[in-house]
Nanobody, 128 residues
């Protein structure tokens, strides 16, 4: 059974940085695209950043480009999201997800429908 677990959230001030981590077990991590999504209260869950199984290709939401960096360490079955220059609009529950199928990549977007294995989320709160 697949298990996805996020960590690293917290309460920070505007302008600060955080790094989220995510481990996935029960699948061959190196074969799956991975993504970070977030959901603010009253809003839909949206894709923040996604990365191919090799790490060679990434996609970012426009709102985080230049501030967030997604990366992965396949030897450690771990996904990361480095978040810099955080602002209150980044406040949300952040979810890590593994692709529904290996070796599949949708060019140009991080679509929820392509990700089938989800963690429970980690809260990020940015105060002004």
């Amino acid at each position: 059974q697949v298990e996805v677990v996020e960590s690293g959230g917290g309460l920070v001030q505007a302008g600060a940085s955080l790094r989220l981590s995510c481990t996935a077990s029960g699948l061959t991590f190196a074969n799956y695209p991975m993504g970070w999504f977030r959901q603010a209260p009253g809003k839909e869950r949206q894709g923040v950043a996604c990365i191919t199984w090799s790490g060679a290709t990434t996609h970012y939401a426009d709102s985080v480009k230049g501030r967030f960096t997604i990366s992965r360490d396949n030897a450690k079955n771990t996904l990361y999201l480095q978040m810099n220059s955080l602002n209150p609009e980044d406040t949300a529950m952040y979810y890590c997800a593994a692709g529904s199928q290996p070796y599949y990549w949708r060019v140009g977007s991080c679509s929820r429908k392509d990700y089938g294995y989800w963690g429970q989320g980690t809260q990020v709160t940015v105060s002004s």
